[in-house]
């Protein structure tokens, strides 16, 4: 018997879970997204990609600025939902709105919890170093990603995986789990266990403050700075050109072998950087305003010699 399904999401993450629900054939009664953001040339509002999703599945599409007044409670009620599914939604959701469905709030969380309870998981698990992760269906209740986890299946993270590679991945193999999870609800055989109470951690948003580069850091630390944040934000650093500097985002990079003074050129062909510890090589680099370049093509460009000192 398919569900009367409420889906919360936002962004491309959400999306594989959304299309993998109705070719389950579960009915999505509803979907909440986050309301449209500037962005593009001219920064025209642009729908969120789960916004697009259901508006190409004819659903209706909400999009409260908050969900803590009575009015969004009431129409939330109104949805009769036998449960709603929650996929890198945005908004908080409040209790009234957590105990509305008849199963409850299912949500999507990529890290093996309690490990990385929070907004940003997959970035902070690659920038830690971390080898594994896991994608997990865990019944949502007021704390910040607390509640009892149902389903979950470990990933391994490759060794030169960055987090948009990894959440692509992710994205796929957990639509695939949380539609497991709605088969277990309907049969009724959907058991969720506490989370362990060791191994806590939180995984914050990102803050600009920790895109940025610093070259006196192990080049391996750097490495997974990179590896964290492509691409998007994106790591990035100062490169001189001319008399002035420009800032590039560094996409990807691997350790090499050299020392010097921390953010010195050691080397252009292959362009490798002297850190606190070892050397970066950049092979994967992006100008302001143009397309991501690997080394050799950015250097055309760029013009950058041996002993000049990125910032």
Same mark, same amino acid.
């Given at each position: 018997?398919?569900?009367?399904?409420?889906?919360?999401?936002?962004?491309?993450?959400?999306?594989?879970?959304?299309?993998?629900?109705?070719?389950?054939?579960?009915?999505?009664?509803?979907?909440?997204?986050?309301?449209?953001?500037?962005?593009?040339?001219?920064?025209?509002?642009?729908?969120?990609?789960?916004?697009?999703?259901?508006?190409?599945?004819?659903?209706?599409?909400?999009?409260?600025?908050?969900?803590?007044?009575?009015?969004?409670?009431?129409?939330?009620?109104?949805?009769?939902?036998?449960?709603?599914?929650?996929?890198?939604?945005?908004?908080?959701?409040?209790?009234?709105?957590?105990?509305?469905?008849?199963?409850?709030?299912?949500?999507?969380?990529?890290?093996?919890?309690?490990?990385?309870?929070?907004?940003?998981?997959?970035? /902070?698990?690659?920038?830690?170093?971390?080898?594994?992760?896991?994608?997990?269906?865990?019944?949502?209740?007021?704390?910040?990603?607390?509640?009892?986890?149902?389903?979950?299946?470990?990933?391994?993270?490759?060794?030169?995986?960055?987090?948009?590679?990894?959440?692509?991945?992710?994205?796929?193999?957990?639509?695939?789990?949380?539609?497991?999870?709605?088969?277990?609800?309907?049969?009724?055989?959907?058991?969720?266990?506490?989370?362990?109470?060791?191994?806590?951690?939180?995984?914050?948003?990102?803050?600009?403050?920790?895109?940025?580069?610093?070259?006196?850091?192990?080049?391996?630390?750097?490495?997974?700075?990179?590896?964290?944040?492509?691409?998007?934000?994106?790591?990035?650093?100062?490169?001189?050109?001319?008399?002035?500097?420009?800032?590039?985002?560094?996409?990807?990079?691997? /350790?090499?072998?050299?020392?010097?003074?921390?953010?010195?050129?050691?080397?252009?062909?292959?362009?490798?950087?002297?850190?606190?510890?070892?050397?970066?090589?950049?092979?994967?680099?992006?100008?302001?305003?143009?397309?991501?370049?690997?080394?050799?093509?950015?250097?055309?460009?760029?013009?950058?010699?041996?002993?000049?000192?990125?910032?």
């Amino acid at each position: 018997m398919a569900l009367r399904v409420v889906f919360m999401g936002t962004p491309d993450f959400a999306v594989p879970t959304l299309t993998k629900i109705i070719e389950a054939g579960h009915e999505v009664v509803a979907v909440y997204t986050r309301q449209p953001q500037p962005g593009g040339r001219g920064m025209a509002e642009q729908p969120s990609p789960v916004h697009e999703a259901a508006r190409a599945h004819a659903i209706t599409i909400v999009m409260p600025r908050t969900l803590k007044i009575p009015a969004a409670e009431t129409l939330f009620a109104a949805h009769a939902a036998d449960i709603a599914v929650v996929v890198a939604y945005g908004l908080i959701l409040p209790q009234a709105i957590l105990d509305a469905p008849r199963h409850g709030c299912l949500n999507l969380h990529a890290s093996a919890l309690p490990r990385w309870r929070g907004a940003a998981p997959i970035e /902070r698990a690659v920038m830690a170093g971390d080898t594994a992760t896991a994608i997990m269906a865990m019944r949502m209740e007021a704390g910040l990603d607390t509640g009892p986890v149902c389903l979950s299946e470990s990933v391994a993270i490759g060794a030169d995986e960055t987090a948009g590679e990894l959440r692509a991945r992710l994205a796929q193999s957990g639509a695939a789990l949380m539609v497991r999870a709605l088969r277990h609800v309907e049969e009724g055989t959907l058991h969720c266990s506490p989370q362990p109470e060791a191994g806590i951690t939180y995984a914050a948003k990102i803050g600009k403050g920790e895109t940025r580069l610093d070259w006196n850091f192990p080049a391996e630390t750097l490495r997974n700075q990179v590896r964290g944040l492509s691409p998007f934000p994106g790591a990035w650093c100062e490169v001189p050109r001319g008399t002035a500097t420009e800032r590039v985002k560094i996409l990807r990079a691997r /350790r090499a072998e050299g020392a010097g003074r921390p953010g010195t050129i050691l080397g252009t062909d292959p362009l490798v950087i002297a850190c606190g510890a070892d050397a970066l090589e950049l092979t994967e680099l992006q100008r302001a305003g143009k397309k991501p370049a690997l080394a050799a093509e950015f250097l055309r460009g760029a013009r950058l010699v041996e002993g000049a000192v990125l910032d």
